[in-house]
């Protein structure tokens, strides 16, 4: 097999070819920054859609491919990570569109951990939203490199200079602009290509062409003047040569870092600058990186399969009751019908239909690289954190779950259809959709959530796809905190505190908080015992 050249800069052996045409990356932003849009555009670049949903308009339109759940197509949000493949300038693209209601950040923060790379979506006129601030963060934990599109140039905007100034100060990170907006708002003209020297001209007349582009000697170009009004070519010149004495100049390896980021600026409703975003995620976005087991690092270009599963989405299909676990693949070339060891159970799995997505559309998969995201149909058997491996006893970390921040009581409203209630609820919190707690002491279920938003889906969901209408009464508990210590510490603790414990859906304990006093008791009474916000998912 012939070899690609490894982009990571370490010491491991060349990528295979296959492997190293991989990139997987997710899209992050605060909600309207126009992330659904971008996703729509480059699938559409990719070839994978003819033309994109529009999100806010009406009807048929309004179902934008990426968002397939009935309440994101009813408010218009993504809620849900999708995942989509699709090919482009022979590179094979991941695409992992993330929830950008904060109400779902876990979801999000759980799709960080399958990635690569990742672009930020920033409104012109907004700038650095503070769910954007929240999710770079943790990009930032996990030094996930990131690409920037500073998104709605065709609209009334901040100084170009301004928008990287506040990027630099609230991310405290570098920016590199990888193209300058000419004008903006109804003067926005186009942007030039800093880094390949091609200029781009917006087509304001039809949304859905994509933009024409120049191939420039530099902006001194004589060429340029045909194309852009003096006065305007007078400030591209001017801003570009005080972004250059500024600025730092785009450095591959200060981004692969996270030390830097790549700024492109555009209009994805306008399908302008999306090539160009396209294109640096082609040119600059890493191949498949090492993963992190409990035992060691996982290098991609290992002959053996392995992978984890980072989302778990049930009933995408309602007519068929489905269950599919999203796995990242780390290492290896896999095909179907392999038989992959189930970390977690100790038992063979034959992945005999594995998918591609292009949101609700499937494709059978008949082979797969480290890289790619697989969606394997199962009953049950997969859960968020689980390992796949061909044998080896691997465990991937940095799968987290966290602490709920609203608790309720839910109750069925047939109380006959408790059981039913039961096998709805349990199918959500192994989604990872919400977190499920069963009181030692005590009848029925107390469900935890991230965000208010999450109970209106969860109801709507189960009456959609279980015909269960469901209500939710407040509970005497503020808070749910997991139980951590030796196993003795812990039962003595349990024993002796029986009426404010609890168990997940896992069977972990958890302590449930009605005051803040609570807290502060256990601190002082049991020193050996710590409540934790967060527990890793590790299968």
């Known amino acids: 097999m012939s070899s690609t050249p490894n982009l990571l800069g370490h010491n491991a052996p060349p990528l295979p070819p296959e492997i190293a045409r991989r990139r997987t990356f997710a899209i992050i932003a605060h909600p309207d920054a126009g992330k659904t849009t971008l996703t729509e555009k480059l699938l559409v670049y990719g070839g994978a859609v003819q033309t994109a949903g529009a999100v806010r308009a009406r009807g048929e339109q309004r179902r934008a491919r990426s968002d397939w759940m009935k309440l994101e197509q009813d408010r218009g949000i993504s809620v849900s990570a999708s995942a989509m493949t699709f090919e482009w300038d ?32 920033i409104d012109a006129a907004k700038g650095v939203e503070p769910q954007t601030l929240k999710l770079f963060e943790v990009c930032r934990m996990r030094d996930v490199p990131i690409l920037t599109f500073v998104n709605k140039m065709d609209r ?69 003047e045909r194309h852009i009004p003096a006065d305007r070519l007078a400030e591209l010149r001017e801003g570009v040569e005080m972004a250059r004495e500024l600025l730092p100049a785009f450095n591959e390896q200060s981004f692969l870092e996270g030390h830097l980021t790549p700024v492109w600026f555009g209009s994805a409703i306008n399908s302008f600058g999306v090539a160009d975003l396209l294109k640096g995620l082609s040119e600059y976005a890493p191949a498949p990186r090492p993963r992190p087991a409990m035992t060691r690092k996982v290098e991609p270009q290992e002959p053996k399969v ?24 780390c290492s290896g070339r896999f095909d179907r019908g392999m038989k992959l060891h189930h970390v ?38 997969l859960r968020i954190g689980d390992s796949l491996t061909e044998g080896e006893e691997l465990r991937f970390t940095g799968i987290p779950a966290f602490a709920p921040e609203l608790l309720q009581n839910v ?78 510490d812990v039962e003595a603790f349990a024993e002796a505190n029986k009426s404010q414990i609890a168990e997940d859906h896992d069977g972990d304990p958890v302590f449930l908080i009605r005051i803040p006093w609570d807290v502060q008791r256990v601190e002082r009474d049991y020193p050996k015992i710590t409540l934790s916000r967060v527990k890793e998912t590790v299968g």
């Open 90 to 121: 022979g590179k094979l693209f991941n695409l992992l569109d993330t929830p950008g209601h904060e109400d779902f950040s876990e979801d999000t923060y759980r799709t960080l951990t399958a990635v690569d790379a990742a672009v930020m979506v």
């Open 156 to 224: 009334e905007a901040r100084d170009t200079f301004e928008i990287l100034d506040e990027l630099q100060q609230k991310l405290a990170l570098d920016t590199a602009p990888a193209s300058w907006p000419i004008g903006m708002g109804r003067e926005f003209l186009g942007a030039y290509d800093l880094l390949h020297d091609r200029l781009g001209i917006m087509d304001r007349a039809d949304r859905h062409v994509k933009a024409e582009t120049v191939e420039m000697k530099g902006l001194e170009d004589p060429d340029l």
């Open 306 to 329: 392995s992978g984890f599963v980072f989302k778990v989405q049930a009933n995408m299909d309602p007519r068929h009751r489905d269950r599919v676990a999203f796995v990242r693949l």
């Open 344 to 381: 977690r159970s100790g038992k063979p799995m034959a992945i005999s239909n594995p998918m591609f997505f292009l949101a609700r559309e499937r494709e059978v998969v008949e082979e797969a690289w480290a890289g790619d995201i697989i969606g394997v149909p199962n009953h049950g058997q």
């Open 411 to 488: 109750r069925a409203g047939d109380p006959m259809k408790a059981k039913h209630l039961d096998k709805a609820l349990l199918q959500f919190a192994e989604e990872g959709a919400a977190k499920l707690f069963k009181p030692l002491q005590g009848v029925g279920w107390i469900l935890g959530v991230v965000g208010a938003l999450q109970f209106d889906v969860l109801a709507s969901r189960i009456e959609a796809e279980y015909g269960l209408p469901v209500r939710f009464e407040p509970t005497q508990y503020r808070e749910a905190r997991w139980i951590k210590g030796a196993k003795a």
